[in-house]
């Protein structure tokens, strides 16, 4: 082996040995993000506030259902401290 060869070893230099591990993470990476766009369905999370954007809206009251099965919800974000309306319909 020469000396090049010897100087490019992935062993003997931690950050080479990392970047070859780089490609694996990146592949894995792409397929988890696939597969929670692919759970959110084009839709955000529930509990992101439309305020501020932080994952800290949670549901504090619902009426019952209207005539057209329409669920009115209260919901509050802990984050920026707004209330804010959201009326879930049937699917
Ligand atoms: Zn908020």
Redesign the pocket.
């Known amino acids: 082996m020469g000396v090049v060869d010897d100087m490019l070893s992935a062993d003997r230099i931690p950050i080479w040995k990392r970047l070859h591990q780089v490609p694996e993470e990146v592949d894995d990476l792409k397929a988890r993000i696939s597969a929670l766009e692919e759970k959110l369905g084009g839709k955000w999370p529930a509990d992101v ?1 439309r ?2 954007g ?1 994952r ?2 949670r549901l504090v009251s619902a009426k019952a259902p209207d005539i057209k099965g329409n669920v009115r919800e209260n919901w509050a ?1 802990s ?2 401290n ?1 209330n804010h309306v959201r009326v879930a319909t049937p699917s």
């Open positions: 506030c305020f501020c932080a800290a809206a974000c984050k920026c707004t």
